[in-house]
């Protein structure tokens, strides 16, 4: 049986001091939501509670699907780092980038490339599907469960909080897909926007029919995403079977009278018989954070 953790939406706080000139751009719009709500949503002992269950539960893996940042501000990129070397080793851990990792264009030298390592395939799922040019998406096989990591992350302007995936990555997809699935391998697919058709073109992302056209067409066990803060379960039917689209809540955001709490979810995977048999168990925390409980279990398939 192999457990993979999956946690979305950091949003890290406390967010570091911004200079006059940072804000010379979208971020100025940021910065003012930030102080005048978000910071009181997102709460860094929230996270903390999340993560110290992490560590005690030790799940063979973990997936932390974007917006690791607020505002795209250097020093956020290097906090998040720090964040993610707390949480596990790169090689117990893949991330990927949301829409507020790229906030605004920046260098990736200033960005995200502090966090390359957490991007990157492994050896075995390099030596089945090379990493294109785009970096995404890239593979890690870890005995029958391989990990697709696609980037939906792109600039946009203020109020826009939309994602695409692109022609390229599609294609690549398909492809790793198809390979994967060839290997008789359980498919994970990580994203940060829901990746099915029904949300707007302000939030949503651009492409989700293409996108949903792979995943019928050459097959997806599971497909792990963020974005909304909420629990959110689709089930797919494909071309090998039933796979499930599965968001969580964002991992900092706890709100007193607000549902859903802060959550992260924990699939068991395992085969059974020609099939799979994958567990979700939900860990949740409220909004006068005092433990971390299990909000939910649910058997998706037995075979």
């Known amino acids: 049986m192999f457990t993979l953790a999956h946690l979305s939406d950091i949003h890290l706080s406390p967010m570091p001091r911004a200079k006059r000139r940072d804000l010379l751009n979208k971020r100025a719009i940021g910065y003012v939501n930030w102080h005048r709500g978000r910071k009181f949503v997102h709460r860094r002992e929230v996270l903390d509670l999340l993560t110290r269950d992490l560590h005690e539960r030790?799940?063979?893996?973990?997936?932390?699907?974007?917006?690791?940042?607020?505002?795209?501000?250097?020093?956020?990129?290097?906090?998040?780092?720090?964040?993610?070397?707390?949480?596990?080793?790169?090689?117990?851990?893949?991330?990927?980038?949301?829409?507020?990792?790229?906030?605004?264009?920046?260098?990736?030298?200033?960005?995200?490339?502090?966090?390359?390592?957490?991007?990157?395939?492994?050896?075995?799922?390099?030596?089945?599907?090379?990493?294109?040019?785009?970096?995404?998406?890239?593979?890690?096989?870890?005995?029958?469960?391989?990990?697709?990591?696609?980037?939906?992350?792109?600039?946009?302007?203020?109020?826009?909080?939309?994602?695409?995936?692109?022609?390229?990555?599609?294609?690549?997809?398909?492809?790793?897909?198809?390979?994967?699935?060839?290997?008789?391998?359980?498919?994970?697919?990580?994203?940060?926007?829901?990746?099915?058709?029904?949300?707007?073109?302000?939030?949503?992302?651009?492409?989700?029919?293409?996108?949903?056209?792979?995943?019928?067409?050459?097959?997806?066990?599971?497909?792990?995403?963020?974005?909304?803060h909420v629990h959110m379960v689709q089930e797919l039917e494909t071309s090998s079977g039933p796979g499930f689209v599965i968001g969580v809540p964002s991992a900092s955001e706890a709100v007193a009278g607000r549902a859903p709490a802060a959550r992260y979810n924990e699939y068991a995977i395992a085969r059974n018989g020609n099939g799979w048999r994958v567990e979700m168990v939900g860990r949740a925390v409220a909004a006068s954070p005092e433990h971390v409980w299990e909000c939910e279990r649910r058997v998706l398939r037995e075979r």
């Open 58 to 228: 030790k799940p063979d893996h973990i997936a932390v699907t974007g917006d690791l940042v607020n505002l795209g501000l250097p020093e956020e990129f290097l906090r998040a780092a720090e964040w993610l070397n707390h949480l596990g080793s790169p090689g117990e851990v893949t991330a990927i980038p949301g829409n507020h990792d790229a906030y605004v264009r920046i260098h990736p030298e200033a960005g995200t490339l502090h966090w390359r390592p957490y991007m990157e395939a492994n050896a075995d799922g390099k030596a089945l599907v090379p990493t294109p040019e785009t970096q995404f998406p890239f593979v890690r096989r870890f005995g029958d469960v391989a990990v697709v990591a696609l980037s939906s992350a792109i600039p946009t302007m203020p109020f826009i909080a939309a994602g695409k995936i692109g022609t390229a990555q599609r294609a690549a997809l398909a492809n790793a897909l198809e390979t994967l699935g060839r290997e008789g391998l359980f498919r994970v697919v990580l994203v940060h926007h829901p990746p099915l058709p029904g949300q707007g073109w302000h939030r949503g992302l651009r492409d989700a029919g293409k996108v949903k056209h792979i995943f019928k067409r050459h097959g997806v066990e599971l497909v792990l995403h963020g974005h909304d």
